[in-house]
């Protein structure tokens, strides 16, 4: 019993850093309806400037998370400024490939920044435990699930009670109209994109928390976030916890059950899982299990 709780909460931590990662990607496609590939690469630099403001700046810990989350988000909100906001009016999946680029430009600049080392975020956590109802847990796991589940209700009350948050509800509506009810469209593009930002970089950090650290190819972890962001609905902010804890649950205990009762399937299993859960989601609700259904007459 004890390492079935210790693994369901290792999987609330995995999977409520998953939802942070996916709430990026849901914040900038419901106000431009574009998925912005360049994701993964601003959580790595999210990584890094944590790092760096830790060890090279000097600053506390608890104040170099939110330096970073700035940071990610004015350099976010640089790039939607620059590459993205001549693509306005075009084609979603145009756009789309032009994040694909940025990714690449961002990917690049995280490697000549980090290079083949290994960093780390210099976390307050460490590999300590802590005992509840009688089950030893780690800190970093409890840490995750709460730093990321704070921030996701952060976001969500933001946008939708917030005057701004109506303004990016109706240009990911209808930009037209939003336009013609006064909304400054690219204002809200660029704000997707710097909220995106920050908490990629929050995500980062979590990411670096784990054993081994964080480097350029960590990148390939925010590619959990798509079986994630594909059932909770890629419209759902809310969606996304959910859906981020389910993949992390359903990870964490293939992870420690799979090679005992099932070893002939191989090593790493648990790394497919999600996407297998993803596949059987397309099949049976391909706008996810939370996200708008939507109609199209002919």
């Known amino acids: 019993m004890e390492e079935l709780i210790a693994s369901v909460v290792r999987g609330l931590g995995i999977g409520s850093t998953y939802a942070l990662i996916a709430v990026g990607f849901v914040i900038v496609y419901r106000a431009t309806d574009v998925v912005n590939f360049a994701h993964p690469a601003l959580m790595i630099l999210g990584a890094y400037y944590t790092s760096w403001f830790t060890f090279t700046v000097g600053l506390p810990f608890v104040l170099a998370v939110p330096a970073a989350m700035v940071s990610v988000a004015v350099l976010a909100?640089?790039?939607?400024?620059?590459?993205?906001?001549?693509?306005?009016?075009?084609?979603?999946?145009?756009?789309?490939?032009?994040?694909?680029?940025?990714?690449?430009?961002?990917?690049?600049?995280?490697?000549?920044?980090?290079?083949?080392?290994?960093?780390?975020?210099?976390?307050?956590?460490?590999?300590?435990?802590?005992?509840?109802?009688?089950?030893?847990?780690?800190?970093?796991?409890?840490?995750?699930?709460?730093?990321?589940?704070?921030?996701?209700?952060?976001?969500?009350?933001?946008?939708?009670?917030?005057?701004?948050?109506?303004?990016?509800?109706?240009?990911?509506?209808?930009?037209?109209?939003?336009?013609?009810?006064?909304?400054?469209?690219?204002?809200?593009?660029?704000?997707?994109?710097?909220?995106?930002?920050?908490?990629?970089?929050?995500?980062?950090?979590?990411?670096g928390t784990a054993a081994g650290g964080v480097e350029p190819v960590t990148a390939l972890v925010a590619l959990k976030a798509l079986p994630v962001i594909i059932l909770g609905g890629l419209d759902s902010v809310e969606g996304t916890v959910p859906a981020g804890i389910a993949i992390g649950i359903a990870e964490s205990l293939t992870r420690t059950y799979q090679p005992a009762y099932a070893p002939w399937l191989g090593a790493n299993v648990d790394v497919v899982v999600p996407y297998l859960i993803m596949i059987l989601v397309l099949m049976v609700r391909p706008y996810g299990i939370f996200g708008t259904r939507q109609v199209q007459r002919i």
């Open 77 to 207: 909100a640089l790039c939607e400024r620059i590459a993205m906001r001549p693509m306005v009016g075009e084609p979603p999946f145009a756009a789309a490939m032009v994040t694909v680029g940025v990714f690449f430009v961002l990917f690049v600049l995280a490697f000549r920044l980090i290079g083949t080392t290994v960093i780390t975020m210099g976390d307050p956590w460490g590999l300590e435990r802590v005992t509840v109802l009688g089950v030893r847990l780690f800190q970093v796991d409890l840490a995750k699930t709460v730093i990321a589940l704070v921030a996701i209700g952060a976001v969500a009350a933001f946008l939708k009670r917030s005057r701004i948050g109506l303004a990016m509800r109706a240009t990911a509506l209808d930009q037209e109209v939003a336009m013609a009810q006064g909304v400054k469209v690219g204002r809200v593009f660029g704000l997707s994109w710097a909220i995106a930002g920050a908490t990629a970089g929050l995500a980062g950090m979590l990411i």
